[in-house]
């Protein structure tokens, strides 16, 4: 009877264990800095929260991570979302091909586009379901053709069309939204000292210079690892302190944003050095 028991508890535990890690890789947070590179997939407006989605087309292999297909992750505001909204036009969703980077903000992901691109379908020829069988004097030429350095491909027309690619990029729709937007290419920012400001609509860093607001400029701060860090330290403190930055400064509708890739606070020891 223990035996039969023991069995059962290792039946429960090999039937259920999979869907336990399935569940948990479901969830997998994504490490910060991990790039997207020409990497395609689909852009589309979320019905209920209004934001900007990206999702990956194929399962993605970086940094020994697998990033499945169907991975949706949140568009931080930037020229790359301008871009996205310009070739859907009036549409909820358009397929594109992407470089951007993984930030991660109190335990999720989002995606800062550097850039993209809009896809369209390749109209492909009618093919057989299978490859054909080759006779044996087409294969045999093949390999003559194969071993004469002369020959730019052996590769029969049949197989060179299943590996064309399934999407291109779509030239025209590229065209139409660059007279649509203004193109504002992003800058950084490197050392710049000031202030961090938490709002009810989200942090805000100002620039100044030797603790006077001389600059007066403001960013909108994007989420990432650092700003949570900055955030924490402004929770334990009891005064404002000023910090060192450095960060890629983009524009969405208007407004500039930071995404912070250093902030180190600043000691005056008592002088008036910032």
């Known amino acids: 009877m223990k035996c039969r028991k023991n069995i059962l508890i290792i039946a429960f535990i090999g039937i259920f264990l999979p869907i336990v890690l399935?569940?948990?890789?479901?969830?997998?947070?994504?490490?910060?800095?991990?790039?997207?590179?020409?990497?395609?997939?689909?852009?589309?407006?979320?019905e209920r929260t209004k934001a900007w989605r990206f999702v990956t087309a194929k399962t993605l292999s970086e940094r020994k991570l697998a990033v499945p297909a169907g991975t949706e992750l949140?568009?931080?505001?930037g020229k790359g979302l301008d871009k996205i909204i310009a070739y859907a036009g009036e549409g909820v969703s358009v397929p594109v091909r992407i470089d951007a980077i993984i930030?991660?903000?109190r335990k999720t992901n989002f995606l800062y586009l550097f850039d993209a691109v809009p896809l369209t379908a390749v109209a492909q020829a009618s093919t057989p379901t299978e490859t054909p069988v080759l006779p044996k004097e087409d294969a045999a030429?093949?390999?003559?053709?194969?071993?004469?350095?002369?020959?730019?491909?052996?590769i029969p027309p049949q197989i060179l069309q299943r590996m064309l690619p399934s999407q291109r990029t779509d030239l025209a729709r590229m065209e139409q939204s660059a007279r649509q937007t203004e193109s504002v290419s992003d800058t950084v920012i490197v050392s710049r000292t000031g202030r961090f400001i938490r709002r009810p609509s989200g942090?805000?860093?100002i620039l100044d210079g030797f603790g006077r607001n001389i600059s007066g400029r403001s960013f909108a701060l994007l989420p990432c690892k650092t700003l949570e860090q900055v955030e924490k330290q402004m929770e334990q403190a009891?005064?404002?302190?000023?910090?060192?930055?450095?960060?890629?400064?983009?524009?969405?509708?208007g407004k500039q944003f930071l995404l912070l890739q250093g902030a180190v606070r600043t000691y005056t020891h008592g002088n008036f050095t910032p």
């Open 74 to 77: 949140t568009i931080l505001p």
């Open 238 to 253: 009891l005064d404002s302190y000023r910090y060192r930055v450095s960060g890629v400064v983009t524009t969405f509708r």
């Open 203 to 205: 942090s805000e860093f």
């Open 103 to 105: 930030t991660q903000y």
């Open 22 to 46: 399935l569940a948990a890789d479901s969830n997998l947070l994504l490490p910060e800095g991990l790039e997207f590179r020409q990497v395609e997939g689909t852009a589309r407006l979320h």
């Open 141 to 154: 030429n093949i390999l003559r053709m194969a071993a004469d350095p002369n020959q730019t491909s052996v």
